[in-house]
């Protein structure tokens, strides 16, 4: 029963991604709603996460919170039949890949790769 409820669940995340991808490109959507769609699905969309699930505990802290809690805050910005009608539009499409974010986050891992270098090159140079 429980499994059931989870698959329905993740279902439901991954169709409500996509409907905010549509949303954050709909004409009735308000800006605000636009710019927090947007990021979100991006970042849910991302073949790439900024915390990698390889890391204990927190690689998997996105996918369970952090994306879930993104999602429910931007469908409420949503106007409702905005909404709706992008997740009928959800269902019928697949899942588009987040390029940009896949870029985003890996400047994001570069810059840090570079400054965690430097840094320890700074320790060890003195």
Known sequence: MAVGRLRQWAR????????LYLAARHP?????????AGAVAA?????IDLIPDFIPVLGYLDDLLIVPVGIALCVRMVPKSVMDECREQAEKSEK????AA??????????????????LWGLFAD
């Open 12 to 19: 439901r995340l991954r169709r409500d991604s996509v409907a």
């Open 28 to 36: 009735d959507t308000p800006w605000y709603a636009k710019l927090a």
């Open 102 to 119: 896949a870029v985003f986050i890996l400047v994001v891992w570069i810059i840090f790769g570079a400054w965690a270098i430097s840094t």
């Open 96 to 99: 588009p890949p987040s390029v």
């Open 43 to 47: 970042y849910a969309l991302s073949p």
